[in-house]
């Protein structure tokens, strides 16, 4: 079975520290996603990664980076965490070449930023 | 730039019925996939159906179909025969032909309630 693993379900963080979120992918995919989504206005892309060390920003990546160092596994990093960055956060990857389109999500980590 | 739209935020159905989301979507391309996921409570999202654009038979899978209709791009999701298990979120989703990297535009989603 595919698995894309997010490491934290739930975290709470005060603003100012900088929030870690990885997400490991079992699956040998090329590409990998972060997300965010909040009620009432869907899933939002953050940044996408196509290969290792590569990135693009997605619709909305102000207040966010992120790193690829290895092809399994995605981390998201705030660096400064702020009230406005709590939110549900969605890790996702695909293989090109597969099924298009087919996204495999993690469970989500739910961040709360006070 | 595409956009999705999903104009009903919550919707409900009695167990055994038949229910219809809709999703309607803009863009300027003319192939292109479309696709609806499904987000359970506290669960993984899945893939539920896709559509690609150049083909103009409407997409089943078991239970789940789609009303695909390109002039007016419409792209509605049926479930036949609820179950108690498709209680989710569903979401509608875009995917351009120009990128390779499966970058999909989401719309806002709508809550499905099955009442036994």
């Known amino acids: 079975d595919v698995k894309v693993t997010q490491s934290s379900r739930y975290l709470v963080k005060r603003t100012g520290e900088k929030v870690f979120l990885e997400c490991v992918q079992d699956?040998?995919?090329?590409?990998m996603f972060w997300y965010r989504q909040d009620p009432g206005l869907g899933l939002r892309l953050i940044y996408f990664s196509y290969d290792v060390k590569m990135k693009e920003k997605g619709d909305i990546p102000e207040g966010y980076s992120v790193s690829r160092e290895k092809k399994e596994r995605f981390s998201l990093i705030l660096e400064s965490a702020s009230t406005n960055q709590t939110s549900m956060y969605l890790c996702?990857?695909?293989?090109?070449?597969?099924?298009?389109?087919?996204?495999?999500f993690g469970e989500g980590s739910r961040l709360t930023v006070l | 730039a595409q956009t999705v739209t999903q104009s009903q935020p919550e919707m409900s159905v009695q167990e055994a019925e038949t229910v219809t989301l809709s999703c309607t979507y803009d863009t300027s391309e003319s192939d292109y996939y479309l696709f609806w996921y499904k987000q359970p409570p506290s669960r993984q999202m899945i893939l539920v159906i896709r559509?690609?654009?150049?083909?103009?038979q409407n997409a089943t899978e078991n239970r789940f179909s789609v009303n695909f209709q390109k002039a007016a791009k419409s792209f509605s999701l049926k479930i036949s025969d609820s179950q108690l298990g498709d209680a989710a979120m569903y979401f509608c989703?875009?995917?351009?032909?120009?990128?390779?990297?499966?970058?999909?535009?989401f719309g806002t989603g709508t809550r499905l309630q099955v009442f036994p």
């Open positions: 996702a990857s695909s293989l090109i070449g597969g099924n298009t389109g087919e996204l495999f």
């Open positions: 699956m040998d995919h090329e590409n």
């Open positions: 989703a875009y995917r351009s032909p120009l990128y390779n990297t499966d970058k999909l535009i």
């Open positions: 559509q690609e654009a150049y083909k103009q």
